[in-house]
């Protein structure tokens, strides 16, 4: 599919409560399909703590590895796009359609999984960097990362570092917002599928910014709560960005 035809997708103008709207339906999932929908949760989870028990005490990494989980987050929830597809279309839905979109092993959806692995990958080393060359101590521990980085206003490093972390942050939440879920919903291309995301943000630029403080509050909630919080946070955001998907665009 070419670009002439991606631009062609109809696009709707959405409310701007519409995605607190987004995570009822994705709660309605969930509970359709607990076990499946929690699975995605859990391994994200224990993702987490494999993290930490390699990296917990280097929070300089730390700190970059868990920012970059949103990076990468939407990839990794291509199971759930698909339950929710499935259940949308009244179709049996559970590990089955799970295990079947991933051995599909769909060349788009790999690019665009590496190209954001690409991206995390860089934000990690950007993070590093920057703590490791501008921090005026060690940053090793979380309250180390507290004391030097965050309360220490007159170094800059902190506004610095989110700065940095939202400029990388913006765009690719801006090509995969519903990039990811229309590859797995229709045959378009990586590019086509992305500038479809793009305008979809440019058309409802004011709850696209709310669904990314919605996902960004649910998921630092969630690892806030020594990651067990990811366990639901994964599964509900992942269904209710199928319906961000759905309402934003024409159906097909």
């Known amino acids: 599919m070419n670009a002439s035809v991606a631009a062609s997708i109809p696009l709707r103008v959405l409310r701007l409560t519409q995605p607190l709207e987004w995570l009822g339906r994705g709660w309605q999932d969930l509970r359709r399909t607990p076990l499946a929908s929690l699975g995605h949760g859990l391994a994200m989870a ?13 929070f300089w990494i730390l700190a970059g590895a868990f920012s970059g989980f949103l990076l990468v987050a939407p990839i990794l929830a291509t199971g759930l796009y698909a339950i929710s597809r499935a259940l949308e279309r009244g179709e049996p839905a559970g590990w089955s359609t799970v295990t079947a979109v991933w051995l599909s092993l769909d060349r788009r959806l790999v690019l665009f999984g590496l190209g954001l692995a690409a991206a995390g990958t860089g934000w990690v080393l950007t993070s590093a960097a920057l703590i490791t060359l501008l921090a005026a101590a060690p940053v090793l521990t979380p309250a180390d990362f507290l004391r030097v980085v965050v309360a220490n206003p007159e170094s800059g490093l902190f506004e610095l570092w989110v700065l940095a972390g939202g400029l ?85």
């Open 168 to 252: 990388m942050a913006a765009p690719v939440f801006a090509s995969s917002v519903v990039a990811i879920p229309l590859l797995v919903d229709r045959g378009l291309g990586v590019r086509e599928a992305v500038q479809t995301s793009w305008r979809a943000v440019a058309t409802n630029p004011l709850p696209m910014a709310l669904w990314a403080a919605l996902v960004m509050g649910l998921t630092l909630l969630g690892m806030a709560l020594a990651l067990f919080g990811l366990v639901l946070a994964v599964p509900l955001l992942g269904h209710a960005s199928w319906h961000a998907y759905r309402d934003s665009c024409g159906r097909s």
């Open 46 to 58: 224990l993702a987490g703590w494999l993290i930490v028990a390699v990296a917990g005490q280097r």
